[in-house]
């Protein structure tokens, strides 16, 4: 019995699906908002989103921790901040040397990581982004220590943004390239090697994946990602503070990987969604807020270790099956899959 | 059986000189040496704990030795890390399963062919029209393979939901992916049922025929003897005897590594 052989991986139809819903969303979203607070918050859960997207395929898809990601950002921010404002530099170069800045380091610091075995790339991001975070605060000259400095206006082609609607709509269209992105590289070689050197290293490296170099290269790819966002985040609120490196704001990114669901690309649009609204919703706790955030995800981490999408996936998927089960009556003995 | 015509060995595709391997005190592998002529099935036994993964973590750069020399092609690799090795066309599977459960079955044996795509990230986001192209045979290419290796029901199954003797073959699969000249199969028979083995076996000569040399560690002792061209027997990590199944089958020194025959007197 010769089945025809399917030609596109299972992954990739509901992911074209998604792609549709999310632009969808994303054209129908302005019509329905009118208040400007919704529309910050829905670009704030989106500038989340991409850089979320960014640090999962170093973290659910190649399974390496960085701690330091908001470092990072704020390498992305403070470029866009203090080269225009002290230096003279057009905003667009700017985030382009920020994110320059940002990838060089990353590879510095992980060129020898990645030649030890562990998690010493956890550790050592840990150390870098508190490092910067020290530095954004301590340089009070360039960088108006814990106050924070304005930021000049992003130039765009010589057009001005300033509005909040131009803001959506740039930003809206960066989440749905980096989501079609992040489809596109998980089903690529590239994607394939990164995804095969974290579920068995010895694997890997035997069909040929130089899995050092390949954990470099994503490291350093999430870094630049993050910078540039940075960047954008900078230029957007007007205003940057240290806090945008804090190691907190690291954590925070983070948990929104994990909650939403490593290795699932709208896992961390969900993760984004949810991790940036619950803190206003909570904002009633007064005071109690991180008590309850805190709660949230260790039930989250006890009742769905994978993350919310991909359970909710499983869930829907087990249901499908023990209903198709049903119609067929007494199904054949062969029960996996 | 079916006697595949052992062709006379040229030059061996794979020379192992005085090779030796020190964990701690441990002396895993101790001064083994031997010849892999190209094409044939070459297989290596031994007792449990007797080096004979350890020897082929050595010559696939899992380990490095710490004496000794490997010649793939007369050209020393002693050393080098596997992926290096990989671009020589050596590949293997594992005792201990190594499949990526994170992926499909599909995808997996996809990864074997690591080294003949395009690697480049930026192709790939932008979905580039030569890189799709290539992936989409690919698609066909590995699900010929897992038909090849009797997994046409599985070409859709996630690895994490198929059963033992499905990821051994996986692992097959996956190896003949890279296209290899020289393919190390670990135990590829443990822990399958007599009709399982059958089939491996069967799936042996068949890569065999399509002219990849293969190098066998099985406790099988029907299936070694009746598979392999020539036999390497090893007993705590060092080299007992070699030659064919016949001549190991009357050596003295291996009935007594295997038959414990108390006081044979070989083995120091």
């Known amino acids: 019995m010769i089945r025809p052989v399917i030609l596109r991986p299972m992954a990739l139809r509901p992911a074209t699906l998604g792609l549709v819903a999310l632009a969808v969303l994303v054209l129908v979203l302005p019509l329905v908002i009118s208040n400007s607070f919704y529309l910050d918050l829905v670009i704030r859960i989106a500038i989340n989103a991409i850089i979320v997207l960014g640090l999962n395929l170093l973290i659910g898809f190649a399974g390496q921790i960085s701690f330091g990601h908001a470092g990072f950002l704020g390498i992305g921010a403070y470029a866009s901040a203090v080269l225009p404002t002290h230096f003279g530099w057009p905003p667009l170069l700017a985030l382009i040397a920020g994110a320059a800045a940002a990838a060089a380091l990353a590879a510095v610091m992980a060129w020898p990581i990645f030649r030890l075995k562990g998690h010493y790339l956890a550790m050592a991001t840990l150390g870098l982004g508190i490092i910067l975070n020290l530095i954004f605060r301590n340089e009070a000259s360039y960088t108006g220590g814990p106050d924070g400095m304005a930021v000049p206006a992003m130039e765009l082609f010589g057009l001005q943004l300033s509005r909040d609607r131009q803001w959506y709509w740039v930003i809206a269209a960066l989440l749905l390239v980096s989501v079609w992105a992040s489809l596109n590289i998980i089903d690529s070689p590239f994607g394939r090697a990164l995804r095969a050197l974290h579920g068995s290293d010895v694997a890997a490296r035997v069909v040929g994946v130089d899995i050092a170099r390949y954990k470099m290269a994503i490291f350093v790819m999430s870094a630049t990602f993050a910078s540039i966002m940075g960047s954008i985040t900078a230029h957007y609120v007007g205003f940057v503070t240290p806090n945008i490196a804090d190691f907190f704001h690291s954590v925070e990114l983070v948990t929104m990987v994990v909650v939403g669901g490593m290795a699932s690309v709208f896992g961390s649009l969900l993760g984004a969604v949810l991790l940036t609204i619950l803190p206003q919703a909570l904002a009633t706790f007064e005071g109690w807020e991180t008590v309850a955030f805190g709660a949230i995800l260790i039930l989250c981490m006890i009742f769905m270790p994978r993350g919310l999408l991909p359970t909710l996936a499983a869930r829907l998927g087990s249901l499908r099956f023990a209903v198709a089960r049903l119609r067929a009556g007494r199904s054949a003995g062969e029960s996996d899959s | ?268």
Request: hydrophobic content about 45%.
């Open chain 2, 1 to 268: 059986m079916m006697a595949r015509t052992s062709t006379a060995p040229a030059t061996p595709v794979l020379s192992v000189r005085d090779l030796s391997i020190n964990f701690g005190g441990v002396r895993a592998v101790q001064n083994v040496s031997f010849d892999i002529a190209s094409g044939c099935i070459y297989s290596v036994i031994g007792p449990n704990g007797a080096g004979k993964t350890t020897l082929f973590n050595l010559i696939t750069g899992v380990y490095v030795p710490t004496a000794g020399e490997i010649l793939l092609d007369g050209q020393p690799v002693q050393g080098q890390p596997p992926h290096r090795l990989a671009r020589r066309g050596v590949a293997r599977t594992f005792q201990n399963l190594q499949v990526c459960l994170n992926m499909t079955a599909l995808e997996n044996v996809m990864v074997g062919a690591h080294l003949r795509l395009d690697r480049n990230v930026l192709k790939a986001a932008f979905r580039w029209p030569s890189l799709r192209r290539a992936d989409q045979a690919l698609h066909q290419e590995a699900a010929e393979l897992m038909r090849f290796v009797g997994l046409e029901h599985a070409l859709e199954a996630r690895a994490d939901a198929m059963s033992y003797g499905a990821l051994k073959r996986l692992e097959i699969a996956r190896a003949l992916a890279m296209k290899p000249r020289l393919l190390f199969l670990d135990e590829p028979a443990a822990g399958l049922n007599p009709r399982e083995t059958l089939e491996i076996d069967e799936l042996i000569r068949k890569v065999a025929v399509s002219g990849v040399t293969v190098v066998l560690v099985e406790h099988d002792m029907k299936m070694v003897m009746s598979l392999s061209d020539r036999i390497l027997v090893l007993d705590y990590g060092k080299k007992l005897a070699e030659g064919t199944a016949a001549e190991i089958r009357q050596d003295p020194a291996v009935i007594a590594a295997y038959l414990g025959a108390g006081a044979a007197g070989e083995t120091p």
